[in-house]
C-alpha cells in the first residue's frame, strides 16, 4: 500500500524558512518521480517542483532560486526546503507521486 505523509509546515514569517519533509512507504522512493505541489484557497492546485528517478530536479518558476527539493531513499523521505518565503507562499503543500498524495502539510506565511 502506497503511504504519503507530509510534515514540517507552520507558520514563519515573510523572508522566513521551512523544511517540508514527505514519509514514504510502499514503494521505492529512490526509482520514482515524486512532486511538491501546493494548494492556496479558493485556487487551483499549482505544480511547485519535481524530483526524477534519475535525481534531475525540476522548479515552478516562483520557485525556483528559493525552494529546493531533495530525498534520502535510506529514510524513504522527500523534502522540500523553503527559503525567503512570501505571503503568496500561503498554502496546503502536498507530496504526490502518480495519483496518490498525502494529506498536506500548511505553509502559513505572515508577520
Known amino acids: 500500500e502506497v503511504q504519503l505523509v507530509e510534515s514540517g509546515g507552520g507558520l514563519v514569517q515573510p523572508g522566513g524558512s521551512l523544511r517540508l519533509s514527505c514519509q514514504v512507504s510502499?514503494?521505492?522512493?529512490?526509482?520514482?518521480?515524486m512532486d511538491w505541489v501546493r494548494q492556496a484557497p479558493g485556487k487551483e492546485v499549482e505544480w511547485v517542483s519535481t524530483i526524477l528517478s534519475t535525481g534531475d530536479t525540476l522548479y515552478a518558476d516562483s520557485a525556483k532560486g528559493r525552494f529546493t527539493i531533495s530525498r534520502d531513499g535510506a529514510k524513504n523521505t522527500l523534502y522540500l526546503q523553503l527559503n525567503g518565503l512570501k505571503s503568496e507562499d500561503t498554502a496546503m503543500y502536498y507530496c504526490r507521486r502518480l495519483r496518490d498524495r498525502g494529506q498536506g502539510t500548511q505553509v502559513t506565511v505572515s508577520s
Open positions: 510502499g514503494f521505492s522512493l529512490s526509482s520514482s518521480r
